[in-house]
C-alpha cells in the first residue's frame, strides 16, 4: 500500500448549466507530491480546480481532503483547510502595493509572527518583490505579476497549491524563473497540483500528470513515461 492520498476526487460531473465540462473525472494528489493537469483548452482543467477549491459544486462526485470530504464546502472554508489556489490571470490587487497584495494573500493566519516569517519567505523566493514592497502591483510587469500571484498564495501557508497557468502570457526568460521558482518548493517538500498550457515545462516539474480531453481523463501515468508518450509527445509536446 503506498501513501494516501492528502487530495482526491472520486467520479465528478461538473457543468455549467447545461453545458458538461466534466465526465466522471477521478485523480488523487499525494502529500509533498507535485502533479500536472494537462490538456488542451476547454478540457476542464480550470474546472477541476474550481470543484477542489468549493467555486463550482459538482453535480455528481467526491472531493476528499485528508480522508474528510469536502464536497461543496465553502470557498473560504476550504481554504482555511490549507488548499489555496493562485487563479489563472494573475489577479493581483493593482490599486494596492506589492506588499498589501503579498500581507492579504496571509489573511487567514492572523498570527503576526507568522506572518512576517512567510513575508521573508516570498522574498527570498522572489527577490524582485522586494525591491518594489511599495509600488503599486498594477505597475508590475506580466512577469513580476504572476510572482506576486504565486508569493501572496504562499503567504496563506497552503499545504496543497493550486496553479492555474502559472506561465501563462510570459517571456520564455520569466517562464524559466517562475519554474525555477516551483522547482524551489517542490524540494521544500509543498504539495502542488499544476495547471499548465507548456506540458513540457509542466512534465519537467511534477512527479505524476494526468490529461484530460473534453472533460475526460484519457491519461494518467508518471510525467517521466507521459514525456516519452508517442500520443502526448505528438499533440502537446511538439517533438
Not at 447545461?18 to 482543467?45: D, Y
Not at 490571470?89 to 503579498?102: C, D, S, W
Request: hydrophobic share 45%; aromatic share 6%; with cysteine.
Amino acid at each position: 500500500m503506498g501513501e494516501p492520498a492528502i487530495l482526491e476526487l472520486r467520479e465528478i460531473d461538473a457543468a455549467y448549466g447545461a453545458i458538461r465540462a466534466l465526465h466522471g473525472l477521478s485523480l488523487q494528489v499525494k502529500p509533498g507530491e507535485v502533479v500536472a493537469l494537462l490538456g488542451p483548452n476547454g478540457a476542464g482543467k480550470t474546472t477541476t480546480l474550481r470543484v477542489i477549491s468549493g467555486l463550482l459544486r459538482p453535480a455528481r462526485g467526491q472531493v476528499f481532503y485528508k480522508g474528510s470530504e469536502i464536497t461543496g464546502r465553502p470557498p473560504a472554508a476550504i481554504a482555511r483547510m490549507g488548499i489555496i489556489q493562485c487563479p489563472e490571470g494573475r489577479q493581483v490587487f493593482k490599486n494596492l502595493t506589492v506588499g498589501e497584495n503579498l500581507w492579504l494573500g496571509a489573511y487567514r493566519l492572523r498570527d503576526p509572527g507568522r506572518e512576517r516569517r512567510n513575508l521573508e519567505w516570498v522574498l527570498q523566493l522572489f527577490p524582485v518583490l522586494k525591491e518594489r514592497l511599495n509600488q503599486r502591483a498594477g505597475l508590475l510587469s506580466g512577469g513580476q505579476q504572476q510572482m506576486l500571484a504565486i508569493a501572496r498564495a504562499l503567504m496563506a501557508e497552503p499545504e496543497v497549491l493550486l496553479l492555474d497557468e502559472p506561465s501563462l502570457g510570459l517571456a520564455p526568460r520569466v517562464v524559466e524563473e517562475v519554474f525555477e521558482a516551483l522547482a524551489r518548493l517542490k524540494a521544500q517538500g509543498l504539495t502542488m497540483l499544476i495547471v499548465e498550457q507548456n506540458a513540457e515545462k509542466a512534465l519537467g516539474l511534477a512527479d505524476w500528470a494526468y490529461v484530460l480531453e473534453a472533460g475526460r481523463l484519457v491519461l494518467a501515468d508518471s510525467a517521466a513515461r507521459l514525456r516519452e508518450n508517442p500520443h502526448l509527445v505528438r499533440i502537446y509536446l511538439g517533438r
